[in-house]
């Protein structure tokens, strides 16, 4: 791909995005639609996401369980899965699970919706579809996002505490006063911004990719393998620049 | 009036309208042929502003739409009805609510008013019946009749466009569609219908336009269409005559 191409397609995404945005403070509003992709967006990926996190949670537990036993540091277990799941871990793992499931949902949806000319039926009928399909789709996973996320770390953190008391046979009341002493407002601001961020990069690039959706059943294909790619790319990269931004904000130095 | 003046319309780096000049009135019956991916589909979608040319004028009752804004483009999209290919019903929405959406959008009726306005509509082209179907339960030609009934709905159109109306319906259901299509422009209104199936074409519409490598090859009557010594619409007309 030509340089100007990738600068025209990021001109069309940064414009597309922010006629998203613009639509959720002006009318027509879709409350209706919202509340479908709400639905879809947080009731659907409820299941998937308590699973994974509770995995998560018992894996990341058993390995530093097992590290920190030879260094005689079992203790501190529960203060670094606290950490690693409510900073890092947590928002990234609900991120990923959220682009493969409502992320590949979207751009597969709207292409479909192109490719059968309903995206044109909706400007013929004088209905802007960025306000009507891409708006409710923010707006959604904006909002559930997070609260998928906050659900995940309870999970994750669960499923650590499974295995710190019953198979590395540590002391519960140890585990939770470590847990509640890393549920400061560093740590807590520090997780809970992530996750508004990645939900508008997950909705704008599968928006994105699906309202660009050209040629038939392997141009659908293409865009939902897109949409995906990149969410993810774009997920870790500003995960890391997010890191840094709210360590150097919060001050902890490096 | 529908006038292309030198309108050149590409794809990326595919070029597909190479300086297309042509006027059509409101009151013709004009059928487009040609292959597929000649541009027949564009010519529809640039007459209603979804597609900007890459240069020329198209002209809409005497304004240039391709200068048009999005919300300036309303009001001409509301002097045409367009079917697109295989209906383009909204697959989430069931017949009513299909039928409904543009009434939603632009008229304030009571809920009851809704309905009945659906009921009659859905009757003009013979699918009441399938009021509470879903699209994916309807057959290929309730489908397109369903997507007549849902662009007649808000609008009162000056001319019908049809990209393809008839393509992949059995001669029975094509049928029944050529004869919906002649109905609806007994008022004086004309249409353009873009196809490739020329028997429907012949069935109803006056005046011929045959698009190839993104030029007007042909633009005549039936009569001219028949004697036509352009080898594509030679082609063509050899399935009409083997239909006869």
């Given at each position: 791909m030509k340089a100007k191409e990738i600068i025209n397609e990021l001109q069309d995404y940064y414009l597309l995005a922010v006629r998203g945005l613009v639509g959720t403070v002006r009318r027509p509003f879709y409350f209706r639609d919202?509340?479908?992709?709400?639905?879809?967006?947080g009731a659907g990926s409820f299941f998937i996401i308590v699973l994974v996190a509770l995995f998560i949670g018992m894996a990341l537990s058993l390995q530093l369980s097992a590290e920190f036993g030879r260094l005689g540091l079992r203790m501190y277990t529960g203060k670094a899965v606290g950490i690693t799941v409510i900073r890092e871990i947590g928002p990234v793992m609900a991120a990923l699970v959220f682009t493969g499931r409502v992320g590949a949902g979207m751009a597969s949806e709207l292409g479909s919706m192109v490719l059968g000319h309903q995206v044109d039926s909706l400007r013929v009928f004088g209905v802007d579809p960025v306000k009507k399909l891409v708006t409710p789709r923010l707006i959604s996973s904006i909002i559930m996002l997070p609260v998928l996320t906050i659900i995940g770390d309870a999970l994750s953190v669960l499923g650590a505490y499974y295995i710190v008391v019953y198979v590395s046979n540590q002391s519960g009341y140890v585990y939770w006063k470590s847990i509640r002493d890393v549920l400061n407002a560093e740590n807590i601001i520090a997780g809970s911004v992530k996750p508004f961020i990645f939900g508008f990069l997950i909705a704008s690039i599968s928006c994105y990719n699906g309202l660009m959706t050209r040629g038939?059943?392997?141009?659908?294909?293409?865009?939902?393998?897109?949409?995906?790619?990149?969410?993810?790319?774009?997920?870790?990269?500003?995960?890391?620049?997010?890191?840094?931004?709210?360590?150097?904000i919060l001050g902890f130095s490096v | 009036m529908i006038i292309f003046d030198h309108v050149s319309f590409s794809y990326g780096n595919r070029s597909v309208l190479k300086d297309l000049s042509f006027s059509i009135t409101d009151n013709e019956r004009v059928a487009i042929l040609g292959g597929s991916g000649e541009g027949k589909t564009t010519i529809l979608k640039l007459i209603m502003g979804l597609l900007r040319p890459d240069s020329g004028y198209i002209m809409v009752d005497g304004e240039d739409i391709t200068i048009k804004t999005e919300s300036e483009l309303r009001d001409v999209r509301m002097k045409f009805s367009i079917v697109f290919q295989?209906?383009?019903?909204?697959?989430?929405?069931?017949?009513?609510?299909?039928?409904a959406f543009c009434l939603r959008e632009y008229a304030?009726?009571?809920?009851?008013?809704?309905?009945?306005?659906?009921?009659?509509?859905?009757?003009?082209?013979?699918?009441?019946?399938?009021?509470?179907?879903?699209?994916?339960?309807?057959?290929?030609?309730m489908h397109r009749r369903v997507a007549i009934a849902r662009s007649l709905a808000a609008f009162d159109p000056v001319m019908f466009l049809y990209d393809e109306p008839t393509s992949g319906l059995d001669p029975v259901n094509a049928d029944t569609i050529c004869r919906l299509i002649i109905e609806l422009s007994s008022a004086n209104k004309g249409f353009i219908i873009v196809t490739h199936k020329i028997y429907d074409a012949m069935r109803v519409a006056g005046r011929f336009m045959f698009i190839k490598g993104g030029i007007v090859v042909f633009d005549g009557s039936r009569e001219m269409l028949e004697k036509a010594t352009v080898p594509e619409i030679q082609i063509f007309m050899s399935e009409l005559r083997g239909t006869n």
């Amino acid at each position: 791909m030509k340089a100007k191409e990738i600068i025209n397609e990021l001109q069309d995404y940064y414009l597309l995005a922010v006629r998203g945005l613009v639509g959720t403070v002006r009318r027509p509003f879709y409350f209706r639609d919202t509340i479908e992709q709400m639905d879809y967006a947080g009731a659907g990926s409820f299941f998937i996401i308590v699973l994974v996190a509770l995995f998560i949670g018992m894996a990341l537990s058993l390995q530093l369980s097992a590290e920190f036993g030879r260094l005689g540091l079992r203790m501190y277990t529960g203060k670094a899965v606290g950490i690693t799941v409510i900073r890092e871990i947590g928002p990234v793992m609900a991120a990923l699970v959220f682009t493969g499931r409502v992320g590949a949902g979207m751009a597969s949806e709207l292409g479909s919706m192109v490719l059968g000319h309903q995206v044109d039926s909706l400007r013929v009928f004088g209905v802007d579809p960025v306000k009507k399909l891409v708006t409710p789709r923010l707006i959604s996973s904006i909002i559930m996002l997070p609260v998928l996320t906050i659900i995940g770390d309870a999970l994750s953190v669960l499923g650590a505490y499974y295995i710190v008391v019953y198979v590395s046979n540590q002391s519960g009341y140890v585990y939770w006063k470590s847990i509640r002493d890393v549920l400061n407002a560093e740590n807590i601001i520090a997780g809970s911004v992530k996750p508004f961020i990645f939900g508008f990069l997950i909705a704008s690039i599968s928006c994105y990719n699906g309202l660009m959706t050209r040629g038939g059943a392997a141009g659908l294909r293409q865009a939902t393998t897109n949409a995906v790619v990149l969410s993810i790319i774009s997920i870790i990269i500003s995960d890391f620049a997010l890191t840094r931004i709210l360590l150097y904000i919060l001050g902890f130095s490096v | 009036m529908i006038i292309f003046d030198h309108v050149s319309f590409s794809y990326g780096n595919r070029s597909v309208l190479k300086d297309l000049s042509f006027s059509i009135t409101d009151n013709e019956r004009v059928a487009i042929l040609g292959g597929s991916g000649e541009g027949k589909t564009t010519i529809l979608k640039l007459i209603m502003g979804l597609l900007r040319p890459d240069s020329g004028y198209i002209m809409v009752d005497g304004e240039d739409i391709t200068i048009k804004t999005e919300s300036e483009l309303r009001d001409v999209r509301m002097k045409f009805s367009i079917v697109f290919q295989e209906g383009a019903l909204f697959d989430s929405l069931n017949v009513r609510e299909n039928v409904a959406f543009c009434l939603r959008e632009y008229a304030k009726y009571s809920e009851e008013e809704l309905d009945r306005r659906v009921r009659e509509l859905l009757s003009v082209v013979g699918v009441e019946q399938a009021l509470d179907l879903m699209p994916d339960e309807l057959s290929g030609g309730m489908h397109r009749r369903v997507a007549i009934a849902r662009s007649l709905a808000a609008f009162d159109p000056v001319m019908f466009l049809y990209d393809e109306p008839t393509s992949g319906l059995d001669p029975v259901n094509a049928d029944t569609i050529c004869r919906l299509i002649i109905e609806l422009s007994s008022a004086n209104k004309g249409f353009i219908i873009v196809t490739h199936k020329i028997y429907d074409a012949m069935r109803v519409a006056g005046r011929f336009m045959f698009i190839k490598g993104g030029i007007v090859v042909f633009d005549g009557s039936r009569e001219m269409l028949e004697k036509a010594t352009v080898p594509e619409i030679q082609i063509f007309m050899s399935e009409l005559r083997g239909t006869n």
